[in-house]
C-alpha cells in the first residue's frame, strides 16, 4: 500500500514537472529531473520566517532550492547522477541525504556515509526533513561557585585534618564520649576477636584455651565495672 | 650496745685503737677482686686506646656516605621516573646532602690527628661523590639533563636563506 | 558527639574515592578538550559581517507592500530586497553562481517574479515582505543555440518569452505566470529585418535595418494579435551622415515603451506611432529613463559633468524643465552613472516627491532624493574581493618621538652634549606622564572619539586594503569594518592582480607604501599603481602604464638605504624593469619561476645584474604532466612567515629534523588519463633550482584550487571522484635524525643535492570546501589551524594535528595526538561565524596581529566577514573574565588572618607561660 502510494507520488510528479514544461518535445532524452522533499521546522521558533533562512544546497551549491511556506521544496532541471542534499540553517542542524537518480528515472534516497561510501541506509522518498539539534557554537563561561573550592582535593586534604586535630582532642577530652568510645571500642573487639581466636584455640589447644578466653572476658567485664 | 654496757665508767668515750689493728687483717677482699691483675694495668694503653676509638669513630664517619648508597639507590628506585612533586623532592634531597656534607668536610674532621686523616678524608670525599653521581644519574633517567641535542634546539639561530623567490601564474 | 565519628569516618573514605576518581575525570576532559570556540558573550566583540548584494542589474521600487523596499537582482545572481530608508538588506536569496543562477527578469507587482537561469530556466514568484517562494516552475526552450538572445517581460499577468531569429522571423510565447501553462502554441511572426543591433522596449521590438543612407526604424508589437508594423525612413530622426548605429533601450524599468536612437533623441512610442520628444539627450555617456507621473511621462536624465559633478535633469515630453528635479553635486564623482529605476509620487502638499536608485560605474548604489540629497550609498565594489593586503598602522607621535631619541643617526645630528640629550629625555617623560593624566582624566569622554589611525598596544589594529574586480580600491579599519579611503581606476582590470608591501609604517619619516600590478583594461599591458595605504594618496610611481604586457612580478627582498623593497617586473620579452630604477645594483640572488596555466610549463629564470641593468637569464623548465595537463594552482609560501624551530622532538628525545626550504613551491595540476577519467598530480617543486622535490598522484580525482603551504608542511584538497567525497592529502618533509648542514648554515637550493623524506596521509573532508587558509602569526610559536569556509557558508577551524600524517601516539613531550580517523571532524563550536553565514565565500586571508597568540582572519566572497582567530587560546594576554575582584578579596582575607592568628597565637603563648 505505501509502495503504491510512493509510486503513484513519483507518477504525478512526473507528470507535474512535464505538464509545467509544457513543450511539444520530451524532456526525458537528457535525463533532467526534480528533487523534492519537505522541511520541518525546529519546534520551538523564535524568530520567523524560518523559511527564508533556510536553504537547500544540492553537491555543495551546484544546484539551490528554496522553501515554500508549507516547509516543501522542489529542486528542478538535475540530471541523473548522485547529490549530496543539505538543508542549511543557520541556527540548526539537518542531517544531510544522498539522491541518487539513475538514468532510468528511479530515485534512492539514502544516508551520507563518507568512509563507506557503499552503505546504503534508506531514506523515504520524497524527503522528509527534520532539524536534529540547534547548533552549539559557544564554549560555556565557567563560573565560580563555591563547590569547587570545597571539593578541590587539595583543600580537603588539608582542611579537613584540621579540622579534626582541632575537634578531636575536645572530642576526646569529655568523659562521656570517652566512655562511649570504650564502650564501641569493646564492642567492636568482642564482635570480631572473640571469634576468630576462639576458632583457633579451640581448633588447636582444646579445653584450656577455652578457659583463658572466658577468664579474659571475666577481666574485660571487672574493667567495665 | 654491748661495749657501751662494758666500758660503763667512760660512758661516751670510744676506743678504736686496739680493735682496728686486729680487723685489719681479718677484713676478706670483696667478691671478684683479685691482687694479681692490679699490677699489669698501666697508663700508656689508656692514651692508645682512645687514640684507636677516635680514629675507628672516623672511619666511621668517612664510610658513612658509602653506607648511605644502597639506602640511596632504594629510595631511587621507589621514587620513580616521572616529573611530580615526591621525586623531585627525593632527588632535591640526594643531591643538596652530600654536597652540604662536602662543604662541612672541614667541621667534621675537625677533631683528627694522626696519619690516616688524609685517608680518611679522601674515602668521606669518594663517597659524597658516589652520590652525587647516583642522583646525577637520576637525573638522567628521568630526562632532566640536556644530554640529547633536542634539549639545544630552542637556542638555535634560525635558518637564512641565500636564494630568493618570486613569481607564480602567467598574467598574461 | 560519639555518634559523629561512627558517621564521618565510612563517610569521609567514600568521599575521599569519590574524589579520587573526579580528580582523573577532571585530567582526561582537560587534555581531550580541543574546542577552540569562543564564549557567548563574546559575540561582536572582534569580528564583524558585512553582506553584499553585487552589482545591480535590474531593480524596482516595491511600493505595494506595508514596509518600502527597492527590490533588486544583481549580477551576482542575487535577489534582495533593501529597506528604502536605511539600504539595509531585509532578505536576500543568492542562486547559483554558474550560467543557471543567472537572472533574466525582475517583475514586481504584488508579488516578485523572477526568471533565473540559461536553458533551462525557472520561474519563481516571491512574498514581496518576507521573501518566502510561493510558486517555481520550470521551462525548457528547444533551440539551445539562439536562447541567449531571449526577452522576458510580464504583460496583464502573462510571462511573454520572444526570441528572435535575426533575419528570418520572432517566436514568441506567452506563458500563464503561476502556473507555467501555455495559452497556445508559440506565434512566429515574420520579421526578416530583425538583426543583433535591435532593442526591446516592451512590448514593441524595434530596429534599424536597410542599406546604408536609407535605413529605416522599424517596430513591432509583438504581443498583438494583429501584426502591426510602424515603419518610418530613420532620417526623419536622426543626421544620416553622422549615424553610428546605436539603438539603445532608455535605462531603468519605466513602463513606457521608448528608445534612444544615436545617443541623441528620444523616441516614445505610443498610439502605435513614434514620437520624438523634444528633449535630447545631454549626454551621451548619461543615462536616461521616463517616468510616469501624473501630468504625463517626464525624461529623468542623469550624467556625470566635468565642471558640474554629478547631475540629474527632469524635463516633460515638451522640452519643459521641472526645476524641483534638478541636482548638480561636485563632490560626488560617480562615474558612468545609470539610473537603475526611479519612483515620484506626489506628497500630501502637491510636491513632487521623487526617489532614484543611481548604479556608478564603480559598482556602488546610491539611492537619492529630489533636491539631490543622497539617502544611503552602498559600495556593491566590494561583493567582488579580488586580492586583500593587511597593513600595519604608524606608532603615534608621541611614541614615534620616543623612539627618534634612540635612533643613533638622529641622536648624533642634534645632541652634541649629554646634558641636551638629557633635557631631551626629561621632556619625554613629562610629555607622557601628561597624556596618562589626560587620559585617566578623559575616560569617560573618550568614547566619542574614533580610533586614530596609530597601531594600538597589541597591534590588533590594522589596516585592510581591498582591491575589488571593477578597479576600486578600499582602505578598511578592521576592528569597524568602516570604509577610510577608496580610490577607483577605471582601467584597471584585476584579473590575477597583485598586492606587495613594498615598505611598512615602521619607518618614520619615511611613508608607509604598497604598490599593486594589474593590468590595463583594453590593451592588456601592465599597470602599476603605488598608493600610501594609510591614507589612501597615490605616491611614488603614482599611476604608471607600461608598454608591454607582464610575465610576473616580485620584489626584491633587500630594501634600499630608503628601507623601500624594489619592484622587479618581467616582461612578455623576459626584459626585467626595475622600479625604482636606482635599486638595480642591489639585484642578487634572485630567482624567478613563471608557470603557464593551459600548458603545465614552468619556466625558472635567474635574476642578475650585469653592471648596467637586470637581466633575467632562463636557468631551468619543468614540463608537468607531459603537456596533457593543466595547472590548478601554484601555491609558494608568505614571504614573511618565520620558522620556530628546526626539528620535532620526538618521544625518544631524538629529533627529526624538518626539511626547510624556503624556495618550495606547490604545484597543483590535473589532466585526462587513459586509463582513470581524470588525474590530479600535486608537485613539491623547488623554485630557484628546478628540482622536484616530492609529489603525489591521485587517480580518477579533480583538483579543487584550495592549498596550504608552511613550514615543512602542505596541504591540498581534491575532489575523490569514485567515492564522491571531497579529501584533504598532506605531506610533510623531514631530512630525518641528521642534519644535512650545520646548525645556523645558511640554506641554499642550489647546493641540496638531496631529496627529503616525505610523511603522506589523506583525510575525507565531509563538507565541500569554497576557500583555505592557514593562520598565521609573528613568531610561528603557536599551533597552526587550517580555515575551510565551507560553501554553506560555514567558516571551520581545523587544528593542525588533525591533518598530521604521523596521528596517533605522543608527539612532543606530552601532546597526545589523536589517532587516525579517516574523516576530518568539524563540530559545530569550530565555527569561526557561529550563525552568521558567509554566503558564497571564495578565498581567506590570514593575517599576523601584534600579540603571538592572535592571527586576524577576513572571509571575502559575497560577504565580507572578519574575525580574531587563536589557536592556542590567548596564553600571552590574561583571559577577558579573569576575575580580579576574587583574587583581591581572597589575598586580603588571607593576609588578615595570617595576622590575626598571629596575634592570637601569641597571646595564648603568653597565657601558657604564666599558667
Known amino acids: 500500500m505505501k509502495q503504491l502510494t510512493s509510486l503513484l507520488f513519483t507518477v504525478c510528479i512526473f507528470s507535474y514537472v512535464q505538464s509545467a514544461i509544457n513543450l511539444p518535445e520530451e524532456d526525458v532524452g537528457n535525463g533532467r529531473y526534480s528533487i523534492e522533499g519537505k522541511v520541518f521546522p525546529p519546534e520551538e521558533q523564535d524568530l520567523g520566517p524560518w523559511q527564508v533562512d533556510t536553504r537547500i544546497h544540492v553537491n555543495g551549491g551546484e544546484y539551490i532550492g528554496f522553501i515554500r511556506d508549507d516547509g516543501s521544496f522542489v529542486i528542478h532541471n538535475v540530471p541523473s547522477g548522485s547529490y549530496v542534499v543539505e538543508i542549511l540553517h543557520p541556527d540548526y542542524i539537518y542531517e544531510p541525504i544522498r539522491v541518487e537518480i539513475n538514468s532510468k528515472g528511479k530515485y534512492r534516497a539514502r544516508k551520507v556515509n563518507y568512509i563507506q561510501t557503499s552503505q546504503v541506509i534508506q531514506v523515504p522518498y520524497p524527503l522528509r526533513l527534520k532539524a536534529l539539534s540547534k547548533f552549539r557554537y559557544f564554549q560555556v563561561r565557567e563560573q565560580w561557585r563555591l563547590t569547587d573550592f570545597l571539593f578541590n582535593p587539595m583543600v580537603i586534604m588539608m582542611v579537613l585534618p584540621l579540622l579534626f586535630i582541632m575537634i578531636l582532642p575536645k572530642m576526646m577530652n569529655d568523659p562521656e564520649t570517652k566512655e562511649d568510645l570504650k564502650q564501641i571500642s569493646n564492642l567492636a573487639k568482642m564482635s570480631e576477636m572473640p571469634e576468630m581466636s576462639e576458632m583457633f584455640t579451640s581448633l588447636f589447644s582444646g579445653g584450656a584455651a577455652a578457659k583463658a578466653s572466658s577468664t579474659s572476658k571475666a577481666k574485660q567485664i571487672k574493667k567495665r565495672q | 650496745m654491748s661495749q657501751v654496757k662494758s666500758n660503763k665508767k667512760f660512758k661516751w668515750a670510744l676506743d678504736f685503737n686496739q680493735k682496728t689493728r686486729t680487723q685489719t687483717t681479718e677484713l676478706p677482699s670483696p667478691p671478684g677482686y683479685s691482687q694479681s691483675t692490679n699490677a699489669s694495668y698501666t697508663e700508656t694503653s689508656r692514651d692508645t686506646d682512645s687514640n684507636l676509638l677516635l680514629i675507628k669513630k672516623l672511619w666511621d664517619v668517612a664510610l658513612g656516605p658509602l653506607k648511605q648508597v644502597p639506602m640511596n639507590l632504594f629510595i631511587m628506585y621507589m621514587a620513580g621516573n616521572s616529573i611530580s612533586i615526591f621525586p623531585i623532592m627525593m632527588v632535591g634531597m640526594l643531591i643538596v646532602r652530600p654536597v652540604k656534607a662536602l662543604f662541612a668536610t672541614q667541621s667534621t674532621f675537625k677533631m683528627v690527628e694522626g696519619t690516616q686523616a688524609t685517608g680518611q678524608k679522601f674515602v668521606y670525599f669518594i663517597g659524597n661523590i658516589v652520590n652525587i653521581l647516583l642522583a646525577l644519574y637520576k637525573c638522567q633517567s628521568m630526562g632532566l639533563l640536556p644530554t640529547h641535542s633536542s634539549d639545544w634546539l630552542a637556542f638555535e639561530e634560525p635558518q637564512t636563506r641565500v636564494e630568493h623567490i618570486g613569481g607564480g601564474l602567467s598574467l598574461i | 558527639m560519639g555518634l559523629l565519628s561512627i558517621y564521618f569516618k565510612p563517610n569521609f573514605l567514600g568521599l575521599l574515592k569519590c574524589l579520587n576518581n573526579l580528580n582523573w575525570f577532571i585530567v582526561f576532559f582537560s587534555l581531550i578538550n580541543l574546542s577552540v570556540c569562543i564564549y557567548e558573550d563574546q559575540i561582536g566583540k572582534f569580528d564583524w559581517r558585512q553582506t553584499y548584494v553585487g552589482r545591480i542589474k535590474y531593480s524596482q521600487f516595491d511600493t505595494v507592500s506595508t514596509a518600502k523596499k527597492i527590490i533588486v537582482a544583481t549580477e551576482e545572481n542575487v535577489l534582495a530586497a533593501l529597506n528604502l530608508k536605511t539600504g539595509q538588506v531585509v532578505w536576500r536569496h543568492v542562486f547559483e553562481s554558474a550560467s543557471a543562477g543567472n537572472i533574466q527578469l525582475l517583475h514586481v507587482s504584488d508579488k516578485v517574479v523572477t526568471v533565473t537561469g540559461s536553458n533551462p530556466y525557472l520561474v519563481r514568484g516571491w512574498d514581496s515582505s518576507t521573501g518566502v517562494l510561493i510558486w517555481e516552475w520550470s521551462l525548457t526552450l528547444q533551440n539551445d543555440d539562439q536562447a541567449d538572445f531571449s526577452e522576458w517581460w510580464v504583460q496583464n499577468n502573462m510571462l511573454v518569452h520572444m526570441l528572435p531569429m535575426f533575419g528570418s522571423h520572432i517566436e514568441v510565447s506567452m506563458y500563464h505566470l503561476m502556473t507555467g501553462q501555455n495559452r497556445g502554441a508559440t506565434a512566429k511572426l515574420p520579421a526578416s529585418w530583425t538583426n543583433d543591433g535591435c532593442v526591446l522596449a516592451p512590448p514593441y521590438y524595434t530596429c534599424v535595418s536597410g542599406e546604408m543612407k536609407s535605413q529605416q526604424l522599424l517596430s513591432l508589437d509583438v504581443t498583438s494579435n494583429a501584426v502591426q508594423l510602424i515603419s518610418r525612413p530613420l532620417a526623419e530622426f536622426v543626421d544620416l551622415n553622422s549615424y553610428d548605429g546605436s539603438l539603445r533601450p532608455v535605462d531603468g524599468n519605466s513602463g513606457l515603451p521608448a528608445f534612444i536612437v544615436d545617443d541623441k533623441r528620444i523616441v516614445m512610442i505610443k498610439h502605435n506611432e513614434f514620437e520624438v520628444l523634444k528633449t535630447a539627450v545631454f549626454d551621451p555617456t548619461g543615462s536616461v529613463t521616463l517616468l510616469d507621473i501624473a501630468n504625463g511621462p517626464v525624461v529623468l536624465q542623469a550624467w556625470l559633468d566635468d565642471t558640474q559633478g554629478f547631475s540629474i535633469q527632469a524635463n516633460s515630453v515638451s522640452g519643459a524643465e521641472l526645476p524641483e528635479l534638478r541636482m548638480a553635486d561636485r563632490d560626488l564623482k560617480l562615474p558612468d552613472p545609470e539610473i537603475s529605476s526611479a519612483v515620484c509620487t506626489k506628497s500630501a502638499r502637491e510636491q513632487l516627491v521623487c526617489r532614484i536608485l543611481v548604479t556608478g560605474g564603480d559598482d556602488s548604489v546610491h539611492l537619492m532624493q529630489q533636491g539631490g540629497r543622497v539617502l544611503w550609498s552602498r559600495e556593491e565594489a566590494l561583493a567582488n574581493v579580488v586580492a586583500v593586503e593587511f597593513v600595519e598602522l604608524p606608532v603615534s607621535d608621541l611614541d614615534a618621538a ?255 629534523y624538518k626539511y626547510l626550504n624556503p624556495n618550495l613551491v606547490l604545484v597543483l595540476t590535473e589532466g585526462p588519463d587513459p586509463l582513470h577519467k581524470d588525474v590530479v598530480v600535486a608537485t613539491c617543486l623547488d623554485a630557484a633550482s628546478g628540482a622536484i622535490v616530492a609529489s603525489q598522484i591521485h587517480r580518477r580525482a579533480r583538483a579543487l584550487p584550495l592549498a596550504v603551504h608552511s613550514e615543512n608542511y602542505l596541504a591540498y584538497l581534491y575532489y575523490n571522484d569514485k567515492h564522491r567525497r571531497t579529501e584533504i592529502a598532506t605531506m610533510e618533509l623531514y631530512e630525518g635524525k641528521q642534519r644535512w648542514t650545520q646548525a645556523g648554515a645558511a640554506f641554499s637550493s642550489l647546493a641540496t643535492e638531496r631529496a627529503p623524506g616525505v610523511e603522506r596521509q589523506a583525510f575525507i573532508v565531509p563538507a565541500a570546501p569554497a576557500a583555505a587558509a592557514l593562520t598565521a602569526t609573528e613568531r610561528s610559536l603557536t599551533d597552526k589551524h587550517v580555515l575551510l569556509a565551507l560553501t554553506s557558508g560555514a567558516i571551520v577551524e581545523v587544528p593542525w594535528i588533525y591533518l598530521e600524517a604521523r596521528r596517533g601516539g605522543i608527539s612532543e613531550e606530552g601532546v597526545v595526538l589523536p589517532a587516525y580517523a579517516p574523516e576530518l571532524p568539524l563540530p559545530g563550536d569550530a565555527r569561526l561565524n557561529y550563525n552568521l553565514t558567509v554566503a558564497r565565500p571564495e578565498r581567506i586571508y590570514a593575517a599576523p596581529s601584534g600579540l603571538e597568540s592572535t592571527s586576524l582572519v577576513l572571509t571575502t566572497g559575497l560577504d565580507l566577514f572578519y574575525t580574531r582567530v587563536a589557536p592556542s587560546k590567548t596564553f600571552d594576554v590574561l583571559k577577558d573574565d579573569f576575575d580580579y575582584y576574587l583574587i583581591t578579596i581572597v589575598l586580603a582575607g588571607l593576609i588578615l588572618a595570617t595576622y590575626s592568628t598571629k596575634y592570637f597565637a601569641s597571646r595564648k603563648m603568653l597565657k601558657l607561660a604564666w599558667k
Open chain 3, 402 to 656: 620616543i623612539e627618534s631619541e634612540f635612533d643613533q643617526k638622529e641622536a648624533a645630528k642634534m645632541y652634541s652634549s649629554i646634558w641636551a640629550a638629557f633635557s631631551r629625555r626629561l621632556q619625554t617623560q613629562f610629555q607622557q606622564l601628561q597624556t596618562l593624566v589626560n587620559s585617566v582624566q578623559g575616560e569617560g569622554a573618550a568614547q566619542h572619539q574614533p580610533l586614530a589611525l596609530v597601531r594600538d598596544y597589541f597591534g590588533l589594529h590594522k589596516l585592510i586594503v581591498l582591491i575589488t574586480d571593477v578597479g576600486k580600491i578600499f582602505g578598511m579599519d578592521n576592528l569597524s569594518g568602516a570604509i577610510l579611503w577608496q580610490y577607483y581606476e577605471p582601467s584597471l582590470d584585476t584579473e590575477g592582480a597583485v598586492v606587495f608591501t613594498r615598505r611598512t609604517a615602521r619607518h618614520p619619516p619615511h611613508d608607509a607604501y604598497i604598490t599593486i600590478v594589474g593590468k590595463h583594461e583594453e590593451t592588456g599591458n601592465g599597470l602599476i599603481i603605488s598608493l600610501n595605504p594609510i591614507t589612501g594618496t597615490l605616491i611614488g610611481e603614482r599611476l604608471l602604464k607600461l608598454d608591454v604586457q607582464l610575465l610576473q612580478c616580485t620584489i626584491l627582498h633587500r630594501p634600499d638605504n630608503e628601507k623601500l623593497h624594489a619592484l622587479i617586473l618581467l616582461d612578455k620579452d623576459e626584459n626585467v624593469q626595475v622600479f625604482p630604477q636606482s635599486a638595480a645594483p642591489l639585484v642578487e640572488n634572485m630567482f624567478m619561476y613563471v608557470a603557464d596555466r593551459s600548458t603545465a610549463r614552468v619556466q625558472g629564470y635567474a635574476i642578475v645584474y650585469n653592471g648596467q641593468s637586470a637581466i633575467a637569464v632562463r636557468t631551468w623548465l619543468v614540463r608537468l604532466g607531459g603537456g596533457s595537463q593543466r595547472i590548478v594552482l601554484v601555491q609558494g609560501k608568505s614571504a614573511t612567515e618565520r620558522v620556530h624551530s628546526p626539528g620535532r622532538v620526538l618521544p625518544d628525545r631524538a629529533v627529526l
